[in-house]
């Protein structure tokens, strides 16, 4: 297996021969031996429940024990390196974020590094993911999303943002846009 990521909380590696990713987490040497075990067994399991729930706008879950998760690789390119010069993809964007907060869930750190192109927009690394109901937690994932293509997108970001809120179209669009807008006014006042 080839090492293909590191994350905050384990590595990700690449089983060529089954077309497999390989989401190893590791244990944390400050952390009691036991309550590091349960952490990562209780959120191994929170997001490979979320991986079945969200298939196909996700990886493929295969299998998961109580420290690894073995999912479908994706073949694509990672969004950040293709937007820039796609940004026409911001719709494409809004309906699978839309499928996302439609099924009540919050991604948590929603940015182009998480999401792959691959003829369609796929969504991965739910490490930071819940799922939530709260019209505020769906809007801090959007405002955590323009923030990304702010930083990132910078040259295209008015462009993809607009064409994104055209689209973006889960049943409580007008709450979290409304609630959004406190949000932002919340870190501009900070």
Known sequence: ??????????????????????????????????????LISRRTRAESKLLKK??????????????????EYIKGELLRDVLDDNPNLASEIAKTVTILHDKDVVHGDLTTSNMIFDGKIRIIDFGLAKTSTKIEDKAVDLHLFRQALISKHFRVENEVWEDFI????????????????KVVLRGRNK
């Open 1 to 38: 297996m080839e090492l293909i990521g590191v994350g905050a909380e384990g590595k990700i590696y690449l089983d060529a021969v089954r077309g497999e990713a390989v989401k190893k987490r590791l244990p944390k040497t400050y952390r009691h031996p036991t309550l590091d075990k349960n």
């Open 166 to 181: 055209k689209t973006y179209a889960p049943k409580q669009k007008k709450e979290i846009l409304n609630r959004l807008e």
């Open 54 to 71: 969200l298939y196909p706008i996700s990886p493929r879950l295969i299998k998961n024990t109580d420290d690894e998760i073995v999912m």
